[in-house]
């Protein structure tokens, strides 16, 4: 990680920890990253062939979890009034920060190696990160109790991590383990650029769509009126019923 | 040569698979079980690679792959319902458009890439017809009247269908088309007593027996009962039809006022603890009213004395209960996954008899079709957790679970194959002793961590069930499923606390040994010891997650509340701090290891 991205977080923690609840939107964020994570190291838990890593995988699954339930409690205790921290803090399904795609789980889509330089890199991020919090002592008494259980965990996930990478480099798997620190570390920034871009095409759509809604989509308001209430009757179909099975509308 | 048929649902919520081997159903699951992600509604990939891995086949074995709905009747609803609302639909519009337009249009070629089927293997039934046929078809009718409710399909919310003897078995009667919903609306007062839509339902539904519906000539003015049987809502007081995220307008906080923040505790005995209860039992009268005026206009236009129900709205226990009381069928019939995971199951069921038109057989229906785990991949996983555990035999297992049970304690309960749908009928339950409330709210507190009111459902034997209960004849069916509520009868009440909820129903079980045979062996076994056949039996996760679904999300849910045990089949697991055991200090830095601190739990 290195002294820029601890300077950086140095310089802009307690400016972002200042702002109008910005305490309950921060610990319901890390929540939801925690509990994403949890359900990564779970998957992990179940596919992984290394039957020495299983265990650890599971423990830390355990700690992501109990993590995700110690930030919640907290950015309840702080009110969580706005609408993400609410919802990550409520038992319905808003979990987004996770590793599957289409499916596949992050482990599988890695494979153990480069899994582990993720596990490793991710988890080193935020003992910095939360290192910051601690070593700047802006937060109340109570985050910080909380944040000194979560750091120990933490650097137990950074520690075993990062042993069974040189355990891998000292099997002659070390050009490997570079390929694999190097992918995790630029998949990181090429990740934010491709959630950036896609932000940006959400909102151009959004104003294309929007101009055709009230451009294109205006006129016909004349001819459309809503459907009536009460029961109608429905047609039978009158297309073969392998024909209307194979109709889309 | 076997026909294989697939059926999926997906890309809204709950998304599952079902497969069928000439008819029968072999495999059927939902994707938040593999995925661990509560509700999923991407395209059950995972699902799907297990189904056909359990039926040894492969893609191209496949004869179809029936999509529970017809994708472009649902986007015509969308473009036409834009229109009508306009202007004020111009924030869902554009949401809509690049939902529809970036994916879900395009549907068919997705599913034909994802599960490797060319596209003239692929079927479209709708959304209401899948419900349909998942009632009828696995109901043990000849015949009967089809009631599918829920939030909205294509452009149905609720529809009327004839279920007959021979092809074809589903035939369209009627329906009454968005925005017109009594999903919505029960959604709609959902969000407004500050629940999760689509999760919270039960919440209110568990609130209202606290509450009395007072609210009822506000609701009534919501919800207008037609003369011709079907209903209309006032659209004034929701915006589901043209806000993209809020479902309910200042027009309902002026008639009920404000909404309940989410969140906020709920203690009945308050004041304002009793006004939310009041709008819960309010809302909840106003759905079995609408829904008892609704199940009276099918009796009028279909001659059976059989009622099948399916949508979302379905899963509501306590409605399924009211229209066998006061309405005019004989039989009702509700299976398990009623909501849209249910829909992978119809689908294929329907593709199978009315498209093919094969005969139908109405025969007795059992859920447990998801993953189950041989007793040595358990024992190795088990094993590499270094969780600690026995080995039961088959003839002391019972005995040991019954002790831990008879001692207080609260186990999770992994035996076989893994239930279809929301509810979890003893392949994957949490299950305690029910006498005594402090049960109840220890595992309310402690095990689900879920909010103090809600009530837990009572498991019995089909043998002992009219001791302790009161079940209508009406709903033989549902109970076995735990769709349907019953009185327990005021004499047991106080014995069976933990299960009673505080207007005296109960969501009841009732467990055949043919369904079930384990757990139908653990509650007689129970039932030997104690003279109580009756375990309280709820779903085997916590809180936010689905129900677990391996042995390893099992050893989770152990390790992160307070149960006592898990049987992982005969093994009997416990907590320990072996698991995190002294070997693993080894990878905290220097300072943290001498100051002593391990790893927290």
Redesign the interface.
């Known amino acids: 990680m290195g002294r820029p991205r601890r300077t950086w977080l140095k310089l802009v923690s307690p400016l972002a920890w200042s702002r109008k609840d910005s305490e309950q939107r921060f610990l319901a964020s890390f929540s939801e990253t925690e509990r994403g994570s949890s359900v990564d190291m779970l998957a992990a838990c179940e596919l992984t062939e290394r039957r020495d890593l299983r265990r650890k995988y599971f423990i830390h699954a355990l700690d992501e979890a109990r993590h995700s339930r110690m930030f919640a409690r907290r950015a309840k205790e702080f009110g969580a009034r706005q609408s993400r921290a609410r919802a990550a803090l409520d038992d319905a399904n808003t979990l987004q920060t996770h590793g599957i795609v289409m499916g596949r789980p992050l482990f599988e889509r890695y494979g153990e190696l480069e899994f582990l330089a993720f596990v490793c890199r991710s988890e080193a991020m935020a003992v910095e990160q939360f290192g910051v919090y601690r070593e700047l002592d802006f937060l109340d008494d109570k985050t910080n109790v909380m944040l000194d259980n979560i750091l120990r965990d933490e650097h137990f996930h950074v520690g075993y991590s990062r042993t069974e990478l040189e355990r891998y480099t000292r099997q002659g798997r070390g050009a490997e383990v570079t390929w694999a620190q190097r992918k995790v570390f630029w998949r990181r920034p090429w990740e934010a650029w491709m959630r950036f871009s896609l932000r940006v095409g959400h909102v151009v759509t959004g104003i294309w769509m929007t101009l055709l809604y009230v451009l294109v989509v205006a006129p016909f308001k004349l001819g459309a009126r809503r459907e009536a209430a009460g029961w109608r009757a429905v047609k039978p179909d009158p297309r073969s019923r392998m024909a209307a099975a194979r109709g889309q509308g | 040569m076997a026909t294989w048929i697939l059926g999926v649902s997906a890309l809204f919520h709950d998304s599952a698979v079902a497969l069928l081997r000439d008819g029968e159903v072999v495999a059927a699951a939902q ?1 938040e079980r ?7 509604h ?5 699902a799907a ?1 297990w189904a056909l891995a359990e039926a040894g086949i492969e893609p191209t074995d496949l004869d179809w792959l ?1 999509f529970y709905e ?4 649902k986007f ?1 609803r969308i473009l ?8 004020r ?2 924030r869902s ?3 809509a ?2 939902s529809w337009l970036g994916r879900k249009l395009w549907v ?1 070629g997705e599913l034909s890439r ?1 599960f490797h089927v060319p596209p003239q293997k ?4 709708q959304h209401h017809q899948s419900h349909a046929a998942s009632a009828f078809l696995t109901s043990p009718f000849e015949d009967a009247a089809i009631l599918t409710v829920d939030g909205v399909g294509e ?1 149905a919310t609720t529809g ?1 269908w004839r279920g007959r003897p021979e092809a ?1 078995h589903i035939e ?9 919903s009594l999903g919505l609306f029960y959604s709609a007062m959902t969000a407004f007593l500050g ?6 339902e039960y919440k209110v539904m568990g609130m209202a027996a606290f509450g009395e519906p007072v609210f009822m000539d506000e609701m009534r003015k919501l919800v207008r009962l ?1 003369d ?6 006032d ?1 004034e007081a929701f915006c589901w039809h043209w806000h993209p995220t809020e479902s309910y307008t200042t027009r309902l906080v002026g008639i009920l006022g404000t909404p309940r923040f ?2 906020t505790p709920f203690d009945p005995t308050t004041q304002e603890g009793k006004h939310w209860a009041n709008i819960a039992a309010s809302t909840q009268a106003m759905l079995e009213e609408a829904l008892l005026h609704v199940a009276r ?1 099918a009796r009028e236009r279909i001659d059976s004395p059989n009622l099948c129900l399916a949508g979302g709205v379905a899963l509501n226990a306590v409605a399924n209960t009211r229209l066998a009381e006061a309405g005019p069928f004989e039989n009702i019939w509700v299976q398990p996954a009623a909501g849209d995971a249910g829909g992978a199951l119809g689908a294929a069921l329907w ?1 199978w008899h ?2 093919l ?1 094969k005969p139908r057989t109405p025969g007795p229906f059992v859920c447990s079709l998801g993953r189950s785990w041989d007793a040595d991949t358990a024992a ?2 088990l094993e ?3 969780a600690p555990r026995e080995r039961l035999t088959e003839d002391t297992w019972l005995e040991r679970v019954v002790d831990d049970l008879e001692g207080g304690g609260v186990v999770g309960w992994f035996q076989g194959r893994a239930e279809l749908g929301p509810r979890a009928l003893g392949q994957r339950s949490i299950l305690a002793d029910p006498r005594g409330e402090a049960t109840r709210d220890r595992v309310n507190a402690r095990i689900k ?2 909010e103090s009111f809600r009530p837990f459902a009572p498991a019995v034997t089909a043998e002992a069930a009219d001791r302790y209960f009161d079940i209508h004849p009406a709903l033989a069916g549902p109970v076995r499923h735990m769709v349907a509520t019953a009185t327990v009868k005021p004499e047991h009440r106080e014995l069976l606390a933990a299960v009673t909820h505080v207007d005296g129903s109960a969501r009841v079980q009732v467990v055949h040994a043919e369904d079930s045979p384990r757990f139908h062996a653990l509650l007689t076994a129970f039932g030997a010891r104690t003279g109580l056949p009756v375990l309280l039996n709820t779903s085997f996760n916590l ?2 997650d689905p129900i677990v679904d ?1 042995p ?2 099992a ?2 849910a152990l ?2 509340s307070d149960l006592d045990a898990v049987y992982v089949g005969r093994h009997r697991v416990t907590r320990s701090e072996r ?2 055991g002294g070997d ?1 200090k ?4 220097e300072e ?1 290891r001498n100051a002593g ?1 391990a ?3």
Request: hydrophobic share 45%; proline share 10%.
């Open positions: 994707e593999f995925t661990r992600i509560k509700h999923d991407e395209l059950p990939v995972r690679e029936v017809k994708p472009l009747a015509q036409v319902n834009s229109v009508a609302e306009f202007p639909a111009w519009f554009p949401r458009m690049q068919a994802t692929l079927l479209f039934s452009l009327l074809p369209p009667v009627a329906e009454v088309v968005f925005p017109h629940f999760a839509v689509n999760e919270g037609d011709n049987g079907g209903f209309t809502l659209l989410p969140g206009h593709a009315d498209v038109e190795e996983l590499d957790l270094r961590f879920r809180k936010g391996t390893i999300d050893l989770a390790y992160s698991v995190r693993l080894e990878y905290l830095p943290i601190a790893p927290a739990r």
